[in-house]
Each structure stands twice: as C-alpha cells, then as structure tokens.
C-alpha cells in the first residue's frame, strides 16, 4: 500500500491507494496565488495542483465519475460555516488565451478548468502553444457550487503539458478558483493519468480544502522545578536555576506523544500548564538578570532539518497576574519533512509575574505536504529544558526564581507574596461587594469562602498572612 495524500495551503483526507493503480501522484494541494482587486471587489484567487514525486509523471484528466457522490468543488465563508459569495465566473470553462487577457484582464483571475496552463497559449498542442485541454459538463463555476457526475476535463493522453517536469513549480495545474477575499474553496474530485513507467492511474475521492487548520500539541503539564545554585570563581559569577528538563522522570511532567497530520497553511498550538489549580510563578530577584524559557521537540523515529527561517510566533500568558514577559528569543518551526516539531523561546521581565499556562502558536509556511506522522513524547536539546535561570555578576545569595505552587489566601494580587499591595486591595475594596454576589470580589478573602464584604476581618487576614507565600 502506498499513502496518497493531500497537501497545500490546507487539506486533509489522507489515504491508502493502491500504488500499481496509483503511480506516482501523490495528492492534491490547493495555494492563495494571489489577491487582486476586480470591479471594485477584493478578491482571493486559489489554484489547485495535482502533486507528482517524478518529474515525468503526467496528469490528464479530472471528473466526477468515480468520486463518491460525483464532482463537488464550492464556495465556503471564511469560517467555513456556510455558503461564500459565489465564483467569479466572467465566461470560459478553460484557461483565456493571452488575446482575450488584454482585451479584458480581469479574464487572467477568473475561475476556470485546466490540464497544466494559466493561460491557453502556454499549451502544447498543434499549431504550437495551443491549449489541449477539452470540457464537458456544466458551466465552471456558476454560484456557489459544481455538483456532478458527468463533467470532465482532459487531454488527449500524456501531453507536454500534463506533464510535471514541464512546469517550473513541479507540479500540474487544475484549477482556478476565485472568490471573494476571506473566503474558502474546497472540492472532491477523480484525477487521472500515467506515471513515468506509463501505468495508468485512477485516484477518486481527492480532496482539497484551503481552510486552515490547527494542530494542538498535547500540552505538557509541569508539576515541578528543580533548584541549582552555581557560582564559578572563575568568571566571578552566579547562575541560580529552577527548572526541569525534557524528557522528564515520572511525576516531573506529562507531555505525551501523539499523532497529527501536519502541512503547509497549519497553524501548530504549543501549551505548558500548572496542575489544576497551580500557577507557574517568576519571582524577580533583587539584582542580576533573568529569564523565563522553555525549549521542547516532538520528533518521530525519521531525521529532519530546520527549515532556513523560524516561523513568527505569538504568545498567550494564561491568567496572567502581573505584566506580561518579554519575548527576546523566538525559534518556532516544524521540520522540513515534517518529522521535527521544535519551540524555543527566552523571555525577560522585570517584576514577579504569575500565570497558568504559557501557549505558542506559529504556522508551517513550507512546501509540506498533509501526513500522518507519529511524534514521541516531548523531549529537548536544551538542559534545562523549562523553568527561570537568574544571572548574578558575583557571587550572590540563592534565591527561589520560579515555583509552581498555589496562591495563599491572603495574596489578592497573586505575587505569591503579601504585603502592601494586598493591604491597599482590602482598602481600596472596603464596604459591600458589588451585586451579585457572588462571585465575591477578589478582597473578600475572609471567612474563607468569603462573606460578600470586605472589612476588617479581609484586613486581618493580610495582616496574617504577611510575607511570602509558603
């Protein structure tokens, strides 16, 4: 058995085909080309590519005979909740001739059918350059959808221009699919034709879809930080840690691994969380520099290499008390082949800072095509792998610079430390919580439980309590 699978901006629908019926096409992808601005319209112009793994692979035709259901390619809004706007669809089942583009060049954007050209005289028919590709079947596209079994558009068996090698991208295009900006296409369609050794093939059921989607990592749960004190009289310098490194022994952590399909247009979710009702909290030393970082690796049993350019990530701070870290390291990227999912970020801040989770989010913008793939439990290259490192020029006292730990009652801004901003929290809260209540106000800490005022017993609990957290 052989996987055909689909790739591009997004698609899915992975399956096993037959590799002696199959050849060498491995699978639709489907690319934003381009947005342009026709009659005063925003418009989103998407191609849709059969995928070859030789270059003297040929694709000759497309057709709802075959596919379960027939030929279904439409229109879908940019939540992919309902019906879009419709094609632009200004005449033509096949690619214009570069006549007609300059007669009218919004006819270069418009939806259209096609066997390898964008444009009719790049074909390879006689006389030179003529277009091969026929169509037979309803107009393509009118409104929002083509449903049906009986249309078909092919060349006349394995042509220059079905061929794969003949095209700069390697690949063969079907389809021009416009539609207003924001908005999605997606289809099910039979592609056939012969592979380089001229078997032929027959691939029903070929789905693409340009909406992306996203791929949520199991998060890894962080139950607890080791402590290093270090000072080298060499350099005159302490680097104070609390932190744990992947993969983690039992009861450290849990970060699972799993299976994903993963390809271009993805957008890949990373999370590491407290336990239930934990926080991860930065305590900010007195002096010196520190940081935050985590740096995990999902990989399967197959090498891989870094794509030349991390992706961009953003960054979320889950019920964050405190202001935000900043980020001053960011390595975000799934492998070239798609083997290797790595995040590796470093952070500063200035204050003690609190939250219940810290997620990743970046896209695969590489040529990656949709596979399933099996990825182990997280490790790392980094030790330690995440946690809070303090820099002291010196030697310095050792402190704490990370726990994850659960707030004490009396800490009302969740520094992990009471004091006076608690103190200033009950007094500036005084009187009757506002209704309803509850939920109670964040200083209404006593009676535990809270009695929907704040007054003198909240003043005393702070009193109590004060100081750092135990």
Not at 44 to 58: G, I, L, P, Q
Not at 235 to 252: K, R, W, Y
Request: charged residues 10%; proline residues 6%.
């Amino acid at each position: 058995m052989k996987p055909c699978f689909l790739v591009g901006l997004v698609a899915f629908a992975v399956m096993l085909v037959d590799s002696s019926a199959l050849g060498n096409y491995t699978g639709l992808s489907v690319k934003l080309y381009t947005s342009v601005n026709i009659g005063g319209a925003q418009r989103w112009v998407y191609r849709v590519y059969a995928e070859c793994s030789n270059m003297n692979d040929y694709v000759t035709g497309v057709t709802g005979v075959g596919t379960t259901g027939g030929l279904k390619i439409e229109n879908t809004n940019a939540q992919r909740t309902g019906p879009g706007s419709g094609f632009l669809n200004i005449g033509g089942n096949r690619a214009p001739t570069q006549a007609a583009i300059n007669s009218n060049p919004s006819l270069q954007w418009d939806t259209f059918a096609t066997i390898g050209v964008a444009i009719a005289d790049q074909g390879s028919g006689s006389p030179p350059s003529v277009d091969e590709t026929t169509y037979q079947g309803p107009s393509f596209i009118s409104g929002i959808q083509l449903v049906s079994n009986s249309v078909t558009w092919q060349v006349p068996g394995p042509v220059e221009q079905g061929r794969v090698g003949h095209w700069p991208n390697k690949r063969v295009l079907l389809m021009q699919l416009t539609v207003m900006a924001g908005e999605n296409v997606r289809g099910s369609v039979t592609v056939f034709g012969y592979n380089f050794n001229g078997d032929a093939f027959n691939a029903p059921n070929q789905m693409f879809d340009s909406t992306p989607q996203v791929v949520s990592v199991p998060p890894v749960i962080v139950n607890t930080l080791s402590h290093q004190y270090f000072y080298s009289q060499f350099v005159n310098q302490t680097v104070i840690s609390d932190a744990l490194t992947f993969p983690c022994n039992a009861g450290e952590c849990n970060g699972p691994g799993f299976t994903a399909s993963i390809g271009e247009g993805d957008f890949i979710i990373i999370r590491f969380e407290a336990p239930p009702g934990k926080r991860f909290v930065l305590l900010r030393a007195s002096t010196g520099t520190q940081y935050f970082f985590f740096n995990a690796i999902w990989q399967t049993d197959v090498g891989d290499t870094a794509p030349l350019v991390p992706q961009p990530a953003s960054f979320t701070f889950e019920n964050l008390l405190g202001s935000a870290p900043v980020n001053t390291v960011n390595r975000n990227y799934v492998g070239n082949n798609g083997q290797l999912i790595v995040t590796d970020n470093e952070f500063t801040f200035s204050t003690t800072v609190s939250f219940t989770a810290v997620q990743v989010k970046f896209a695969v913008s590489q040529n990656l095509m949709h596979l399933m793939r099996t990825y182990h439990a997280v490790s790392s290259t980094a030790t330690p792998s995440f946690g809070s490192y303090l820099v002291v020029n010196g030697q310095a006292s050792d402190v704490v610079v990370m726990r994850v730990a659960e707030p004490c009652a009396a800490d009302i801004t969740g520094n992990f430390n009471v004091n006076v901003n608690d103190l200033l929290s009950v007094i500036n809260s005084w009187g009757n919580c506002a209704s309803p209540c509850p939920p109670h106000c964040s200083a209404d800490i006593a009676p535990a439980g809270g009695d929907c005022r704040v007054n003198v017993d909240d003043l005393l609990a702070v009193i109590n309590g004060w100081g750092a957290c135990p």
